[in-house]
């Protein structure tokens, strides 16, 4: 069922949140074990929810219009009471005893939560193949990966287990799996969502986003997750993201940005499908503009130097002290450290600790970090001469469709290359989303990405609702999960 | 980078790695190093340290007490916890 159809039937009483969940919880018991998009589920939770969600409704006191809504939550996401394990060993047993800011806001609101979706561990990864305890698989074959890190974000939308989940988007963490399951996902303009109760990978990049499965899903939780945030000092000054904001735009009066680029990094079914939808525009009247991205063969390099630095940083805190898992065979200090974090992270998150720990150590930081912090200025320089000339940029999201479980996990800059159309936006702090245009030859989903300039969400999401609207970027489920 | 380059890294991220792990670790980051390696050869003279810190801005709040932690919340989560303190190894060797 869509976001939007959800919706409408809470508001008009033809469903109460009860029935909905209830029917989501079979679909999830259903389907799970092929797809493994939950860590855990709390059924009874949920349905005390909904009930509740129903009471306030009966009594006239319904919170807002979304009261009711089923919402999924990334595991890397604080939800007071409940686990937020981020997919890793270390904090398989950690409970939060606070809620993030977002979770506050979406409580406020009504929304009934599903928590504990798989991901990458620490959000480290682009298959959801990096999880300490399952692989996600994508709904369109079950062979295949769903994307990552909000792998299982992404799955249980697309599966039509949830209308809409909150991911996290540090290098394309919501575009990519959006883009790979057939489904929307937003990441915000960086500050325009609260990282609070995010648990950090690299925080100059992370945001907190939607993926959901129509177009009113996406824009209706970024209204109410969006806003100032005292707790979060990179939260920008602004009041929260309205949706009448989103307005009906003319095509013919839009200058298209479409980054120079020989596509030889992307499957023919991907370059193909761009290419109608360029064609589409045309005929629409916008204007296509070409634009000389020469610093984009950097974006992934400055994003994995910049990326780990910060990660080495912010998991310095998983120790074995306060919190998480402490491995203590010693009992001398030292090695109660580096036992808890060796048999607590994964493998790709200690390959990203020691690449970060290397870029920050003396004799090598200002030739790695420090370049990189530079070059980062310089390609959101040319972001910015870029939105001087166009609206929007298109892109792919993802050179290719879903590929192979295990097809990368072998070669770390591969898997690191799924994110080549991903990476610069957040190094520049841009909002991007990714749109399903359709599935390619192999009937895998093929998505669109569209970046517009910062703090742009309502004509971004004006657009989106345009090419919505195209009839060959239609994404229908295979029919064994429908 | 060499092994010994390697485990000095790994002391500093108090990582520790398995002899089974090291080599395909090695081969690894050797590689991860040579493909970030193109960005020393960018031309950055023209942007200067202050352009990478210009628009970050402090931010400041109230000196009042806010919410925070109470005892019990941080006993529930601490791996070990006793008579209101987290209970460490000696940090002192004797």
């Known amino acids: ?208 986003g939607p993926i959901a499965n129509d177009t009113q899903g996406v824009a209706d939780v970024f209204s109410v997750i969006s806003g100032k945030d005292d707790h979060d000092s990179t939260s920008k000054n602004l009041p929260a993201f309205q949706t009448t904001e989103i307005s009906e735009l003319s095509i013919a009066n839009l200058k298209i940005g479409i980054m120079k680029d020989d596509g030889s990094q992307w499957s023919a079914d991907v370059k193909n499908r761009f290419d109608e939808a360029v064609e589409i525009l045309k005929a629409a009247g916008a204007q296509i503009i070409e634009l000389d991205f020469s610093l984009f063969n950097y974006s992934v390099p400055i994003y994995y130097i910049i990326a780990t630095a910060e990660c080495s940083s912010n998991l310095s805190r998983f120790d074995g002290i306060r919190y998480g898992l402490r491995v203590n065979k010693t009992g001398k200090l030292e090695d109660l450290y580096t036992d808890s974090r060796s048999e607590g992270f994964g493998k790709e998150v200690q390959r990203r600790i020691l690449l970060g720990t290397f870029s920050l150590s003396s004799g090598y930081y200002d030739a790695y970090y420090g370049k990189a912090q530079k070059t980062r200025v310089l390609l959101k320089n040319q972001y910015d001469s870029f939105f001087k000339q166009v609206d929007f940029i298109l892109q792919p999201t993802s050179p290719t469709t879903a590929f192979k479980v295990g097809e990368k996990t072998g070669d770390p800059i591969q898997m690191y290359k799924a994110d080549i159309l991903t990476t610069s936006v957040n190094l520049a702090g841009l909002p991007a989303i990714s749109i399903p245009a359709g599935l390619g030859t192999d009937k895998l989903p093929i998505g669109l990405q569209v970046t517009s300039p910062a703090f742009s969400e309502g004509r971004l999401l004006s657009f989106v609702n345009w090419l919505a609207t195209v009839p060959q970027f239609k994404v229908d489920l295979p029919e064994e999960i429908q | 980078m060499d092994k010994n380059q390697l485990i000095s890294i790994a002391n500093l991220a108090k990582l520790k790695l398995e002899d089974s792990q090291i080599n395909s670790m090695l081969i690894d980051f050797n590689n991860i190093v040579a493909y970030v390696d193109d960005i020393r050869n960018m031309d950055t003279s023209s942007i200067h340290d202050d352009d990478i810190y210009l628009n970050h801005q402090n931010a400041v709040r109230p000196d009042i007490t806010g919410k925070c932690l109470q005892t019990e919340e941080i006993a529930a989560i601490a791996p070990q916890f006793e008579n209101g303190y987290v209970v460490v190894p000696r940090v002192i060797e004797t």
Not at chain 1, 71 to 89: F, L, M, T, W
Not at chain 1, 171 to 191: D, E, F, M, N
């Open chain 1, 1 to 208: 069922m869509k976001y939007s159809a959800t919706k409408q039937a809470l508001n008009n009483g033809t469903l109460t949140s009860y029935q909905v969940c209830s029917r989501l919880i079979e679909r999830i018991e259903k389907l799970e074990p092929k797809i493994h998009a939950f860590l855990s589920i709390n059924k009874t939770k949920i349905i005390e929810a909904a009930r509740a969600s129903d009471a306030r409704r009966s009594a006239g006191k319904a919170l807002s219009a979304f009261d009711g809504i089923p919402i999924g939550i990334k595991d890397n996401i604080c939800i007071q009471g409940e686990v937020a394990s981020c997919a890793s060993k270390i904090l398989a047993n950690f409970v939060s005893p606070y809620n993030a800011s977002v979770i506050e806001k979406l409580l406020a609101a009504g929304f009934i939560l599903f928590p504990n979706l798989n991901m990458d561990e620490f959000a480290m990864g682009s298959s959801t193949e990096n999880s300490a305890f399952a692989v996600t698989k994508n709904p369109f074959d079950t062979s295949r990966i769903p994307g990552g890190s909000s792998g299982g974000s992404a799955a249980a939308v697309a599966a039509g287990m949830l209308p809409v989940a909150l991911g996290s988007d540090t290098g394309g963490s919501i575009r990519q799996p959006a883009s790979l399951c057939g489904v929307w996902g937003l990441k915000p303009t960086y500050g325009r969502v609260s990282r609070y109760g995010l648990i950090a990978y690299a925080s100059s990049l992370d945001q907190i």
